[in-house]
């Protein structure tokens, strides 16, 4: 599994209503990812920086750095830029 640093270009609930579909989906420059919303806490575990406890809006993410973990040219998880903290999909997701 390798890493790449990206930047989030943009980040929001996405809604697909021919498939009455919602999740959480951010995107990068080459990629987008999603989260689906019963696993936003584990993705927000994420950023210790942000006060999550009394509630923000996903749009405070934009522009930060991460990191993408590729398996066979698929991002199938994030991590913090220095943290050891990892959001990886299930494997069901994948």
Known sequence: MKEQNF????IGLFYIAHFNCCMVRLWAE?????????RV????????DINWEDGAFLEVLKNR?????I???KV????HITLNRTYLKDVSEV
Request: negative net charge; hydrophobic residues 40%; charged residues 25%.
């Open 7 to 10: 930047q989030i270009e943009n």
């Open 30 to 38: 080459d990629f987008s990812f999603d989260i689906p919303l019963d």
């Open 41 to 48: 806490n584990e993705f927000c575990y994420l950023f210790p």
């Open 65 to 69: 750095y991460m990191r993408a973990l």
């Open 71 to 73: 398996d066979n040219e």
């Open 76 to 79: 199938v998880g994030l991590k």
